[in-house]
T-cell receptor
Framework: GESVGLHLPTLSVQEGDNSIINCAYSNSASDYFIWYKQESGKGPQFIIDIRSNMDKRQGQRVTVLLNKTVKHLSLQIAATQPGDSAVYFCAETTSYDKVIFGPGTSLSVIP | GAVVSQHPSRVICKSGTSVKIECRSLDFQATTMFWYRQFPKQSLMLMATSNEGSKATYEQGVEKDKFLINHASLTLSTLTVTSAHPEDSSFYIC?????????????FGSGTRLTVV
């Protein structure tokens, strides 16, 4: 099956600081991107999405940036809280078909 | 919001037996469901795409005779792991996409932890 990456990179941030999680996607034809949060033993939870005709989208405390030139996505979390500790995945899809996940980043928030 | 229920959440089975995992969309109709497998500290790997009323489409390297998928209704897809072996132990997660989607959302189940002993 399709998969990207085998090991989770980790990011540790101090509570209250901003977090930036980066992701490189593989398919230049991808036109819709999603960030998911996954807590231990649970399924992925939708955070924010962005279409390829946009380069930035903001939600509550989160911002997604898309750079199609270099096929790069980032998720910014403002004022990171302990409850933000989880694994974060970027995901891509073409024409809203199957969703392919990136390798993921483990975010650890230091109180 | 849209809810996908996955059952069971945990299952332990003996090597050589088969296990069925159910994925239900509770408040919407899903013409398409997706099945993923996730090993510890790894990403979700797509196994197959399940379309209501038709055969599933399997990703390269996934044995369709071992991982049987049935999508008999617009709210239910099942994954059966046949003749399970310890290497099949994993976290299996389904996702459903709403029929006639005008907003582009994929809702995930809470996953099934399969342990084969």
């Amino acid at each position: 099956g399709e998969s990207v990456g085998l090991h989770l990179p980790t990011l540790s941030v101090q509570e209250g600081d901003n977090s930036i999680i980066n992701c490189a996607y593989s398919n230049s034809a991808s036109d819709y991107f999603i960030w998911y949060k996954q807590e231990s033993g649970k399924g992925p939870q939708f955070i924010i999405d962005i279409r390829s005709n946009m380069d930035k989208r903001q939600g509550q405390r989160v911002t997604v940036l898309l750079n199609k030139t270099v096929k790069h996505l980032s998720l910014q979390i403002a004022a990171t809280q302990p409850g933000d500790s989880a694994v974060y995945f970027c995901a891509e899809t073409t024409s809203y078909d199957k969703v392919i996940f990136g390798p993921g980043t483990s975010l650890s928030v230091i109180p | 919001g849209a809810v996908v229920s996955q059952h069971p959440s945990r299952v332990i089975c003996k090597s050589g037996t088969s296990v069925k995992i159910e994925c239900r969309s509770l408040d919407f109709q899903a013409t398409t469901m997706f099945w993923y497998r996730q090993f510890p500290k790894q990403s979700l790997m797509l196994m197959a795409t399940s379309n209501e009323g038709s055969k599933a489409t399997y990703e390269q390297g996934v044995e369709k005779d071992k991982f049987l998928i049935n999508h008999a209704s617009l709210t239910l897809s099942t994954l059966t792991v046949t003749s399970a072996h310890p290497e099949d132990s994993s976290f299996y997660i389904c996702s459903a996409r709403e029929a006639g989607l005008t907003r582009h959302g994929y809702t995930f189940g809470s996953g099934t932890r399969l342990t084969v002993v």
